[in-house]
């Protein structure tokens, strides 16, 4: 079992939707959680952190954390084509730790 | 403020071959990782360095070694490639306290034939 697991798509939405995309993990000694935007050919871009139960936003987007169920997901509002990359999540121990990523969501915003 | 810097962008290498993929940050984080990506994969850490002085092995640190020559820099060296190399390589640097992630390189792309 890999210790943090997402599906690996392609997730594809319309133009305008809410993208929801999931992460679980297994390690329960994680303590916060990453989402990283990496568009084809490019470095992982870090665009959420999280580390609460519950949610947390910053503009489109909504991160959510259940420690319980052991679950983190990313909702993106309003999809745009730009939108259009793979989205990693990534969990970690404790502060300065080292981050375990998993393999990452593809998600395509069609027209 | 250049943040993470990588040297090359590409290589193609021969079997055999050996060369540095170079590191550097100006950030001031005290971590620093190296990251290989494959397809289906995912992002593999390959060594660490928590700090200037200090490395560590990752998930594959095989046929790879590194150095951190100072709290800026951090580079590894494959000594003899093998096609099996053939990956993407992701510098990272990261604060040693705190929640913030990492701030990655913008990768280099090597092919060993």
């Known amino acids: 079992q890999k210790e943090v697991e997402q599906n690996s798509g392609p997730l594809s939405v319309p133009e305008g939707a809410i993208a929801s995309l999931n992460c679980t993990y297994s390690?329960?000694?994680?303590?916060?959680f990453f989402w990283y935007r990496q568009y084809s050919g490019k470095s992982p871009e870090l665009i959420m952190s999280?580390?609460?139960?519950g949610d947390k936003e910053d503009g489109r987007f909504t991160a959510q954390l259940n420690k319980a169920s052991q679950y983190v997901s990313l909702l993106i509002r309003d999809s745009q084509p730009s939108d259009s990359a793979t989205y990693l999540c990534?969990?970690?121990?404790?502060?300065?730790?080292?981050?375990?990523f998993g393999t990452g969501t593809q998600l395509k915003v069609e027209l | 403020n250049a943040g993470v810097t990588q040297t090359p962008k590409f290589q193609v290498l021969k079997t055999g071959q050996s060369m540095t993929l170079q590191c550097a940050q100006d950030?001031?984080?005290?971590?620093m990782y190296w990251y290989r990506q494959d397809p289906g994969m995912g992002l593999r850490l390959i060594y660490y360095?928590?700090?200037?002085?200090?490395?560590d092995k990752g998930e594959v640190p095989n046929g790879y070694n590194v150095s951190r020559l100072n709290k800026r820099e951090f580079s590894l060296r494959l000594e003899s490639a093998a096609p099996s190399q053939t990956s993407v390589y992701f510098c990272?640097?990261?604060?040693?306290?705190?929640?913030?992630?990492?701030?990655f390189g913008s990768g280099t792309r090597l092919t060993v034939v």
């Open positions: 990534a969990a970690q121990r404790g502060g300065g730790n080292k981050l375990t």
């Open positions: 950030m001031n984080h005290n971590s």
């Open positions: 390690d329960r000694g994680s303590q916060s």
């Open positions: 990272a640097g990261g604060r040693e306290t705190g929640y913030y992630g990492y701030t």
């Open positions: 999280i580390y609460s139960n």
């Open positions: 360095s928590a700090s200037e002085g200090t490395t």
